[in-house]
């Protein structure tokens, strides 16, 4: 079988009446040498590799990130009951928000925004890359105020994500403060890192990752002897919401915490 190739007015145009075979080795190494584009056109034909993340990354100030870090933990926001939602979405996906009235069956950690009154910190939503305008918004308009984590969560992935509910997760609270155009999981955010040394070279604006489970964004030493962290998560402990808190570095090391540094944070 032979393909005739279409003459067009390019510099690549075939000698008329020349033909192409459709097999690679029946066709002349010099034509492949004189006709790029038409190598090109048969070399998209074949299967296409997973497209790779060549996207440009922005530069960020480390006093940047820690800005939005404390925006997220302390922005208020009022609720009202359309934003509660316990059951399945419209696609099937069950949605659980943290609000104060949810109590697991395991009877751990129940939830703490209310209805009608004005909280603070942003909730937690698997799957979350909110920008504060847009939560607002989504709060707004009815959606769920944050859809908490499970294990049926973490073994859907991006399946599991609700699109009718409003928040931030723990990689997505990263993203954010790094400016990225979209969230990285814990499983790609130290693609975009050099590994640090030692725990004792982490700077704020670092992050502290334990690969497909948690991410921690390091905000300083919380005592001289460097003994415990002081971090800004979006997570499950103590509350489901964007907070800062202390950390003992013995324990984020037992659970394999790693240091890494986002190669595009300047001082």
């Given amino acids: ?40 056109l048969l070399a998209a034909c074949s299967a296409v590799p997973e497209k790779a993340d060549t996207s440009r990354r922005p530069i960020v100030q480390r006093r940047e990130v820690l800005a939005i870090a404390r925006a997220y933990s ?11 939602k316990h059951g ?9 928000t943290p609000d104060a ?8 950690r129940p939830g703490w925004w209310m209805a009608g009154a004005w ?13 504060l305008e847009a939560f607002d918004s989504k709060i ?23 699109r009718e509910a409003t928040g931030i997760d723990c990689s997505g609270l990263i993203s954010r403060c790094w400016r990225l155009h979209r969230s990285y999981s814990t499983r790609e955010l130290p693609t975009l ?7 004792e070279d982490l700077r704020p604006g670092d992050i502290l990752n334990t690969h497909n489970a948690h991410v921690l964004l390091f905000a300083g030493w919380a005592n001289p002897a460097r003994t415990r962290v002081s971090v800004y998560e979006a997570g499950c402990h103590p509350t489901w919401k964007v907070f800062r808190r202390q950390i003992r570095l013995e324990y984020l090391k037992q659970k ?11 001082d």
């Fill in 256 to 266: 394999n915490y790693l240091p890494y540094r986002y190669r595009n944070i300047r």
């Fill in 88 to 96: 399945k979405d419209s696609q099937g996906i069950q949605v659980d």
């Fill in 119 to 131: 909280n603070v910190g942003v909730p937690y939503q698997w799957g979350g890359f909110d920008s």
């Fill in 74 to 84: 302390q922005h208020r926001w009022k609720a009202a009951k359309p934003n509660i």
């Fill in 140 to 162: 707004r308009r009815g959606f769920a105020a944050g859809d908490i984590y499970t294990p049926a969560k973490r073994a859907g992935l991006d399946a599991a994500v609700s």
């Fill in 1 to 40: 079988m032979q393909w005739e190739v279409v003459r067009q007015p390019d510099p690549f145009k075939l000698p008329q009446g020349m033909t192409v075979s459709l097999f690679p080795t029946q066709l002349p190494t010099a034509l492949l040498l004189c006709l790029p584009g038409l190598a090109l």
């Fill in 193 to 199: 890192c050099d590994k640090l040394g030692g725990y």
């Fill in 101 to 108: 009235d949810y109590r697991p069956a395991d009877g751990t």
